[in-house]
């Protein structure tokens, strides 16, 4: 139950350390893989603490503190849990507050949440004292409530902005000093370190480092400054992270990354190399002060590029030869005696005698897309293998550097363990701790109230959403709720028969067109490694009306239709259906198996087929929840009460989200067809 301020204190002063950042997964399958995520990682990086975020106006309360329980209690891993006040209860706050202290959490990252919009938010007949808190609006006011209630129990963290922080109430003009005299009040009430933001421009950060130390207040002089990094995961989460945060990527940056961006690999490469010199240069800035040097690093539940950066850059802290030998002991005692064809493997024993040895490679060299799990039985044999099942070590382990070299993907454990390393967002693999998140900001409308009206007006008819729908898809508008990214090419092959559906109030939010292996080198639909194939089958997702769903529902079902489709469908209300068994079909029709549909694949020299989108219904499931709730926040923009408000609350009751998939990839047309003629 260490305070982050402590453990800080008690490091050489010319030490480095790290600390990274973990999100609830939005799927069981995904939190219970996050749990061997984290101990593999804080085995081999040696984290002096973690974060774990907290959803806008505790949204996410519940899983929040389920993911810090593990990290502290299971994992025994100094947590620091975040809190926002914003649009919520004190009763709420209070009792975040005491559940932290109950589970041995003494770090809080105290954090204001989304704009306060207690009159969108409130329920009229609701509890008093579960009402919303409007005192707290900043979060100067949560930090002086938990100093107040807690008194110095907490550890106490704030955000701090490099580049200035961008909101509604001063968004023009973001900047550095804008936000000083509020990061001044905030420190000075009660604030332990600071925890900056993501950014990439270390020119930025080198001024703010500055600005902050030589501050005539004296409120930043000696407190730790925790610069934050994100590694660069995907080309299409860098552009949305830097639209979202505006965090400024510098031209020489975004050239190197514009010039791998077809290739996710690449990508990921460069990222790492671009991360590592920003840590290099950050290592020179924060050396002007005298102390231990702290880098956190937004993970978005990955362990890979994390992995290589703060072994590239020297930020794993050194450990001691007893240490190892109470770690691999720990280890060691957890593996059984294997026989592994007709020959006997004593790993307790070598590995005792070899704990310092170099990492080793492997026997198996069996190529499964299955998730390592230790500590725990496995419960989906399908997906899941023990260490021992997946891969007998050749030698015995060393485990921090065997750990790490999984944690890098090497070799058969590091394939099992970094599957997902190429997320999707929400159609990469439900089973993924980082499925559904590609930026690290949620699901929500990522626009304030104001912008909100500028770019959707005031909807008074259907025929007005309509609209704004078709707009968007001719360029016309720059969002929609349910996307603020600008269409690619891709989809532009596809408008007209968009626009079709949107004008007929079949609001589309996702789509993609049939492709039948053109080349991975294609300007409009390639990807990947050179000289490969790509496939798609086509798709698309859209908000329906209930009566015309059901007429649409018949012919999907009807015979001529129904084995070339896979469907699913749910309402706000929760109810689901599909194509497959668990969507309900009739009792007279013969059941399918839950169905994973891969909705693009590449095939590519000397590697797997790679299957970077998948549709399949436990993560439509977790989507749905999140779309409809994406319509009930904009509904919210235009007050209770108001003709927009009830206009977009009845259309959200009354519609279904659908996506439909076509399985005839040769036959473009097939899926369009089926909809429109």
Not at 236 to 265: G, N, W
Not at 562 to 567: E, K, N
Not at 595 to 618: D, H, L, Q, R, Y
Request: net charge negative; aromatic share 8%.
């Amino acid at each position: 139950m260490e305070k982050i301020t402590d453990k800080i204190a008690g490091l050489p002063a010319d030490s480095n350390y790290i600390s990274l950042e973990f999100f609830p997964p939005k799927t069981s399958m995904g939190f219970s893989n996050l749990r061997d995520r984290l101990d593999r990682m804080a085995r081999a990086l040696r984290p002096l603490f973690v974060n774990v975020t907290w959803g806008a106006g505790g949204s996410t309360a519940t899983k929040s503190l389920e993911l810090a329980e593990i990290c502290q209690r299971e994992l025994n891993l100094t947590t620091c849990l975040h809190v926002t006040c914003t649009n919520m209860s004190r009763k709420m706050i209070d009792r975040t507050l005491e559940d932290a202290k109950a589970l041995g959490i003494r770090n809080i990252l105290a954090l204001r949440g989304d704009p306060p919009r207690a009159g969108e938010y409130q329920d009229p007949d609701e509890d008093p004292e579960n009402a919303i808190d409007q005192s707290f609006n900043w979060a100067i006011d949560l930090v002086k409530h938990i100093r107040k209630t807690h008194g110095d129990y907490f550890c106490i963290g704030v955000a701090a902005y490099p580049e200035g922080h961008a909101d509604e109430s001063h968004p023009s003009g973001q900047s550095l000093e804008h936000d000083l005299p509020y990061l001044v009040d905030k420190t000075l009430a009660g604030a332990d370190f600071l925890m900056t933001q993501l950014f990439f421009d270390t020119e930025a950060y080198d001024e703010f480092e500055k600005t902050l130390r030589n501050h005539p207040s004296g409120a930043f002089k000696t407190i730790p400054i925790i610069p934050g990094l994100m590694p660069i995961q995907s080309y299409q989460m860098i552009k949305r992270t830097a639209k979202l945060s505006h965090a400024k990527i510098p031209d020489t940056i975004m050239a190197r990354l514009d010039d791998v961006k077809m290739d996710d690999e690449k990508v990921k490469s460069v990222g790492v190399d671009i991360l590592c010199e920003i840590v290099d240069k950050v290592k020179q800035v924060t050396s002007r002060t005298p102390g231990p040097r702290g880098f956190h690093f937004y993970t978005l539940n990955l362990e890979k590029a994390v992995s290589f950066i703060v072994e590239r850059t020297n930020l794993i802290p050194p450990s001691t030869p007893i240490e190892d030998e109470v770690v691999v002991e720990e280890i060691i005692s957890k593996i059984p005696t294997l026989q592994v064809n007709g020959s006997d493997h004593d790993h307790y024993s070598q590995a005792r005698e070899n704990s310092r040895s170099r990492r080793q490679s492997n026997v198996s060299s069996e190529n499964r897309n299955r998730v390592i799990v230790s500590g725990r039985p496995v419960s989906h044999p399908e997906y899941e293998a023990t260490s021992a099942e997946a891969s007998i070590p050749a030698e015995p382990i060393n485990s921090r550097a065997n750990t790490l070299a999984i944690s890098e993907g090497e070799g058969v454990l590091g394939r099992e363990a970094t599957w997902d390393d190429f997320p999707n967002g929400r159609w990469g693999d439900a089973r993924s701790p980082a499925y559904g998140e590609i930026d690290g900001y949620g699901p929500s409308l990522h626009v304030s109230h104001a912008q909100a009206v500028n770019l959707w007006g005031c909807p008074s008819k259907l025929e007005d959403v309509n609209k704004l729908f078709v707009r968007h898809l001719k360029g016309e508008l720059t969002a929609i709720p349910w996307s603020e990214e600008e269409f690619n090419e891709e989809t532009r092959t596809i408008t007209d028969k968009l626009v079709r559906l949107n004008s007929k109030g079949w609001w589309t939010v996702a789509s993609q067109p049939a492709v039948n292996g053109l080349r991975s080198s294609d300007p409009t639909f390639g990807w990947g490694p050179q000289q490969g194939f790509v496939f798609q089958k086509a798709f698309v997702e859209f908000f329906i009306p209930s009566a015309e769903w059901k007429v649409l529902l018949a012919r999907l079902q009807s015979p001529e239709v129904r084995d070339m489709v896979c469907f699913y469908a749910a309402n706000a209300a929760g109810d689901f259906e599909s194509s497959d068994a668990t969507g309900g079909l009739a009792a007279d029709e013969e059941l399918k198996e839950p169905s994973t549909n891969a909705v693009t694949w590449g095939v590519f020299p000397g590697k797997e087929i790679v299957t970077p989108t998948i549709i399949e219904e436990v993560s439509f499931r977790a989507w749905s929840e999140e779309a409809f709730g994406i319509f009930g926040e904009w509904a919210q923009v235009y007050g209770k009460g108001s003709e927009s408000e009830k206009l977009l609350e009845k259309a959200r009751t009354d519609s279904w989200l659908v996506n439909i998939i076509h399985h005839d990839y040769v036959d473009k047309d097939a899926l369009w067809s089926l909809l429109l003629d």
